[in-house]
C-alpha cells in the first residue's frame, strides 16, 4: 500500500534540511502528503512567510497533492485582568493572518496551563478552562472556524487535561501519540473517545528524547495505531513530527513497514 492511497494523509514539519520553508516544501513534495509549518517570530528574526512565499507554497501544494497545517507559535493563554491581549493571542493573530492564504488544514494550538495542570482545587480549574475556551473563541475569530483549531495534549501534562475545554469551545484535537508514548500511556484506549474529534495527529519516536525517528518504536505498537486509523477510517492528517532527514527516512520506512504487514 502507498502512502497516497491511504484515507488519512502523512506529512512532516517544514524543518527538514537546514534551510528555510520553502526549500523545505520543494524537497519533501512527493514524499509526503502535508507539511506542518514550524514559525517562529523574535524581535529580530521572523520565519513567517510574505505573500510570495505563500505564492510559490500555494503552487508546489497544487502540483503535489500537498497540503500544509500551522504550528502556532506560543501556548495560549488570556491575559490576567487589566493586562490587554496577552502575546500568545496577539503573536496567533499575527501567524494566522499571514497564512490564512494557504487554507491550512488545521491550526495546533497548546493551552498553557503549567501552573493549573497538577491542581485539584475544582475553583481554580474550573477558572482555567473558562480562560481556555475564552481564549480559543478569540484566537477562532481570527482563522473563522474554531473547528480548525486542533489543541494538542502535551508531555508532562494529565491525559484528560484538555477533554472538557475541547468539548465545551468546539474546536477539535491533535493527538500526539509520542507524548503519550513518553509519559508511559496505551494511546489505544486513548484514542477511542477523541478519535471523532481529532483532525491532526503527532507520531514521532523516543529514544535518548521524543521527536526522533519511528524506527525507535516496537513494530507491534506502529501496528496497533495503524490499524486503529485505518479501522475507524482516519481521514486527518499524521504528522511525522521530526527535524532531520535522516529521522524522516526512518520515520517513512517505518510506516511503510507497518502498512504492508496490515495490507501487503
Ligand atoms: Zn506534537
Request: glycine share 6%; aromatic share 6%.
Amino acid at each position: 500500500m502507498r502512502l497516497s492511497d491511504l484515507p488519512f494523509r502523512v506529512g512532516t514539519t517544514s524543518y527538514i534540511i537546514p534551510d528555510d520553508i520553502l526549500p523545505n516544501a520543494r524537497y519533501l513534495a512527493g514524499k509526503v502528503r502535508d507539511i506542518q509549518l514550524v514559525l517562529f517570530e523574535l524581535d529580530d528574526q521572523s520565519n513567517l512567510p510574505d505573500k510570495a512565499a505563500i505564492d510559490e507554497l500555494n503552487a508546489i501544494g497544487r502540483q503535489n497533492d500537498l497540503t500544509y497545517t500551522v504550528h502556532l507559535p506560543l501556548d495560549l493563554r488570556l491575559a490576567d485582568k487589566g493586562e490587554g491581549t496577552h502575546i500568545s493571542l496577539v503573536k496567533a493573530r499575527r501567524v494566522i493572518e499571514s497564512t490564512l492564504d494557504l487554507n491550512p488544514r488545521a491550526y495546533v494550538v497548546h493551552l498553557e496551563g503549567k501552573e493549573e495542570r497538577n491542581v485539584t482545587d475544582p475553583a481554580v480549574l474550573s477558572r482555567w478552562r473558562e480562560q481556555a475556551v475564552q481564549s480559543l473563541l478569540a484566537v477562532s475569530g481570527y482563522c473563522g472556524d474554531i473547528k480548525r483549531l486542533a489543541v494538542e495534549n502535551l508531555e508532562n501534562y494529565p491525559v484528560d487535561f484538555n477533554d472538557a475545554v475541547i468539548r465545551q469551545s468546539g474546536c477539535s484535537c491533535c493527538i500526539d501519540i509520542g507524548h503519550l508514548w513518553l509519559d508511559g500511556h496505551d494511546p489505544i484506549p486513548y484514542l477511542k473517545d477523541r478519535l471523532d474529534q481529532a483532525i491532526i495527529m503527532h507520531l514521532h519516536g523516543i529514544g535518548k528524547r521524543d521527536h526522533q525517528s519511528l524506527h525507535l518504536i516496537s513494530e507491534e505498537k506502529i501496528d496497533s495505531l495503524f490499524r486503529i486509523l485505518l479501522d475507524n477510517n482516519y481521514t486527518g492528517v499524521l504528522t511525522l513530527e521530526i527535524f532531520s532527514e535522516s529521522d524522516l527516512t526512518g520515520s517513512l520506512k517505518a510506516v511503510e513497514g507497518s502498512l504492508s504487514r496490515l495490507r501487503g
